[in-house]
């Protein structure tokens, strides 16, 4: 099932130009339902790192690249942009072209994709650790130009739930909100932050009701 995503790109130009973004099924293991050719790519891949390392979940980039599952895929004409993740253990965002090389974007805890959607040629990915009493959760902006991937992240203080259209315009809504009253914290799941106002640097909370 794709979520917020557009499933056939325009006609390819420039290398630069984005074909095709795929959000996986959540019940996906590795690299269940991925395109042969992406598959056949993942599996070929050569890592010059102690082989040990590579079976350490939460460990080196390679090992995550090996072990998690892919998330969603974002697809070039020379290659594709992955995203993959393992919960509370983080993600990976790496590049792979069709050529067997590799280039690491992204690598922490809070690196686990929730959902991706394209704007033109640019990549939008939520990121958000699994466990719920995390609020600290983040938009990540992707783009490529010459071949060269520029990232720049927007910090989203909730819970996130997938993208949303609501009103006429894209939201990330929460599936919790932290507050505390009384210091005593509760959850409030009514609130949400445009896309278009953390990408213009705005951090605005808003409220359903």
């Known amino acids: 099932m794709l979520t917020a995503c557009k499933e056939n790109g325009p006609d390819l130009s420039t290398k630069d ?26 599996l070929a891949l050569k890592f010059n790192v102690d082989p040990a390392e590579l079976k350490i979940i939460g460990g080196i980039p390679e090992a995550k690249m090996k072990l998690y599952d892919v998330a969603a895929y974002v697809e070039y004409a020379d290659g594709w942009l992955i995203a993959s993740g393992y919960g509370e253990w983080g993600g990976v965002l790496f590049w792979i072209d069709k050529n067997g090389g590799y280039e690491v974007i992204r690598d922490d805890d809070f690196t686990n994709p929730i959902d991706v959607m394209t704007d033109g040629n640019t990549t939008l990915i939520i990121l958000a650790p ?7 959760a983040y938009l990540l902006e992707v783009s490529r ?32 909100a932290q507050k505390y009253f009384d210091d005593q914290k509760y959850f409030d799941d009514q609130k949400y932050f445009f896309v278009s106002e953390l990408r213009a640097g705005k951090t605005l909370l808003h409220d359903r009701n």
């Open 130 to 136: 699994t466990h719920h009493n995390s609020r600290e």
């Open 17 to 42: 130009t984005v074909y095709k973004v795929v959000m996986m099924p959540e019940n996906s293991h590795r690299y269940d339902d991925l395109p042969s050719a992406l598959t056949e790519s993942l």
């Open 145 to 176: 130009n010459n071949r060269t991937f520029k990232t720049s992240v927007y910090p989203v203080k909730i819970f996130p739930e997938k993208f949303e259209i609501y009103n006429g315009e894209w939201i990330i809504p929460s599936l919790h």
